[in-house]
Nanobody, 118 residues
Framework: QVQLVESGGGLVQPGGSLRLSCAAS????????MGWYRQAPGKQRELVAA???????NIADVVEGRFAISRDNAKNTVYLQMNSLKPEDTAVYYC????????????WGQGTQVTVSS
């Protein structure tokens, strides 16, 4: 049974930083693409950043230059470093992971709230 456990959300002032972590477990073949999505109230869920097991990254234009994604393959953990946070970054952030060799399957974390406010 695949599980994704997120941590690191919270309240931060504009211009501040947060680091999200997501530890994945339960896949016999390991994990391929891992990433972060977010959903703000009244909006659709959107991709924030993703990273393959080989380290290739895909960063959304709206966070390019402020956010960075990384992973530790040995720990099946993906990180999202968020700098220069803005109020519009406020959302529930969801971890996403796909089993290796199965890009058609998506697993989701429970979500962690990030609030950027003074």
């Amino acid at each position: 049974q695949v599980q994704l456990v997120e941590s690191g959300g919270g309240l931060v002032q504009p211009g501040g930083s947060l680091r999200l972590s997501c530890a994945a477990s339960g896949s016999r073949t390991g994990f391929g693409r891992m990433g972060w999505y977010r959903q703000a109230p009244g909006k659709q869920r959107e991709l924030v950043a993703a990273i393959t097991s080989g380290g290739t990254t895909n960063i959304a234009d709206v966070v390019e230059g402020r956010f960075a994604i990384s992973r530790d393959n040995a720990k099946n953990t993906v990180y999202l470093q968020m700098n220069s946070l803005k109020p519009e970054d406020t959302a529930v952030y969801y971890c996403n992971a796909r089993p290796a060799y199965r890009p058609d399957i998506n697993y989701w974390g429970q979500g962690t709230q990030v609030t950027v406010s003074s």
